[in-house]
């Protein structure tokens, strides 16, 4: 008798940032293989680091993103910093940390109104829910204009920013040129209050896994810039240790690595966010994320529009913190001054944490460079959950079930242009 065999198969994905396929193949019932196909071409980063001043990874690492790069620039600024033996002021931390925040309000808001409330509301895309739900969109894109107007007053523009350099930026703000952002922020702030208000009515399929949670901790509040490494079964570990635990390898299937935490699969961005730190939410994202029915713990990562939603507002809260109490400092950065070594950097990126390594030499050239996203950290993950989701509905039929799988996608919102800047090549001759 011969066996019965279902493919399913996307050859684009949509509403992801970069290019990607779904191949899932089930046979009498029983899922075979599961692969999330990220096909976008490799971009060889840490290849064409080497090299190049200690001083530059901060200029072209954010060319890694369009997003998120801040996340690249933060996490190779800490790296180096760390690498030349540099501790930033204060001052100028806090400010890295306003313009995160600024990536954070328009990097999840550019998710959560564009890629993922169409699955919820049944649209194919935004274009088409606003013409149903008009006001919810213009609350999304003002949200979304806030944090880039946050970006572009502090790193001199939205998109790759200009203004960060090692050791701070090129110039700071006063705290005139900060106050008119307040009154943005302020109105801002009512939109992602709404927006979790909006997002916590969604419909949510019963969906729950138990990968390993890993993100950043810090002791008073909850973690951007920096922090230290922490998970959900285990002790946590130092930055430099990162290599130890998380192994990267190159699977068939896919341009990017995926990578192993101790060899287990596990899942880094909101949901490890959130679950390992949510007692350090500010209070009206505490009472934002207890209203939307959020536990201090969230397994469903078809909730993580919710979880999503009350960082915006953390953000957005945070962001008008930092500007009220706001002095410009006294220098614009600290001098980094190259010094043979190796460094590790982190930060929190909106989709997860993102690794940088960084050894110089003795004239301030970079030998070799590393940097780990949370897309590859999180691909592992991803194919368990589509195959663990595929296996509980094998009664929809092969559109539904395709549909159900890119939405589990979706709720990760893969930036899959980070993940594909490396691959081993072998030429075999003979």
Excluded at 20 to 42: C, F, H, K
Excluded at 110 to 119: E, G, S
Excluded at 231 to 243: H, N, Q, T, Y
Excluded at 283 to 310: E, K, M, T
Aim: proline share 6%; charged share 20%; aromatic share 6%.
């Amino acid at each position: 008798m011969n066996a019965e065999t279902r493919t399913l198969t996307v050859g684009a994905l949509t509403r992801v940032e970069g290019e990607g396929a779904l191949n899932v193949t089930l046979t009498d019932g029983v899922v075979d293989t599961v692969e999330l196909n990220i096909y976008e071409a490799p971009r060889f980063f840490e290849a064409f680091l080497r090299g190049r001043a200690h001083t530059e990874p901060p200029d072209i690492t954010a060319r890694v993103c369009g997003i998120c790069p801040v996340a690249y620039q933060v996490s190779a600024c800490n790296a180096i910093e760390n690498a030349c033996g540099i501790t930033v002021d204060p001052e100028l931390v806090a400010l890295r940390r306003l313009l995160y925040c600024g990536e954070w309000i328009h990097s999840h808001a550019l998710h959560i109104f564009l890629l993922h409330m169409p699955d919820f509301l049944g649209y194919p895309d935004v274009i088409t829910m606003a013409r149903g739900h008009r006001e919810l969109v213009e609350r999304g894109l003002a949200l979304k204009k806030a944090g880039n107007q946050l970006m572009e007053r502090i790193g001199g523009r939205a998109i790759h920013p200009v203004n960060v350099r090692l050791g701070g930026f090129y110039s700071a703000p006063t705290r005139a040129q900060l106050r008119p952002l307040a009154d943005t922020l302020r109105r801002a702030l009512d939109d992602a209050l709404y927006t979790v208000a909006q997002a916590s009515r969604l419909e949510f399929p019963d969906a729950e896994f138990d990968h390993e949670f890993l993100a950043l901790t810090t002791p008073d509040r909850y973690p951007i810039e920096n922090g230290n490494i922490t998970r959900s079964a285990g002790d946590p570990f130092d930055v430099r240790e990162f290599g130890d635990h998380v192994v990267e390898t190159q699977v068939p299937h896919s341009t990017a690595l995926q990578a192993t935490l101790d060899g287990g699969r596990y899942l880094t961005g909101p949901l490890a966010r959130y679950s390992l730190n949510s007692a350090l939410l500010s209070p009206v994202a505490a009472q934002a994320a207890h209203d939307a029915g959020l536990g201090p713990v969230c397994r469903n990562p078809f909730r993580s529009i919710v979880v999503r939603a009350v960082e915006v507002v953390y953000a957005v809260e945070e962001a008008l913190r930092i500007i009220e109490s706001y002095d410009a400092p006294p220098r614009p950065f600290v001098d980094v001054p190259a010094r043979a070594g190796t460094g590790h950097g982190v930060s929190e990126a909106p989709r997860g944490l993102l690794y940088h390594r960084y050894e110089i030499d003795g004239d301030g050239l970079i030998r070799a460079a590393t940097m780990v996203p949370p897309t590859s950290q999180n691909q592992a993950a991803i194919e368990h959950e589509m195959g663990q989701l595929v296996a509980a509905n094998l009664a929809l039929d092969d559109a539904a079930l395709t549909a159900l799988c890119e939405r589990s996608i979706r709720n990760h919102d893969p930036c899959i242009s980070c993940s594909a800047h490396f691959l081993t090549l072998t030429v075999r001759r003979q």
